[in-house]
């Protein structure tokens, strides 16, 4: 999926009513996102771990992104 911003470009996962639940999220420079999401917003927030093209991450609890 491609978001309407362009920076999103795959996720595989679950949703729910339409949103984002949890799992993968990958943008276009090879950064990207797995864990949890808020609805209805499609945020980071929960347990998650996102990680820079150069594998540099940050693994926690995220709060509305």
Not at 8 to 30: E, N, R, T
């Amino acid at each position: 999926m491609t978001s309407i911003e362009g920076v999103k470009s795959a996720f595989f996962g679950d949703f729910q009513k339409g949103f984002f639940k949890h799992g993968y999220l990958q943008f276009l420079d090879k950064s990207f996102y797995v864990g949890d999401f808020s609805h209805p917003n499609n945020k980071f927030d929960g347990l998650g771990r996102f990680t820079y093209f150069d594998d540099v991450y940050f693994q926690g609890n995220w709060s509305h992104g």
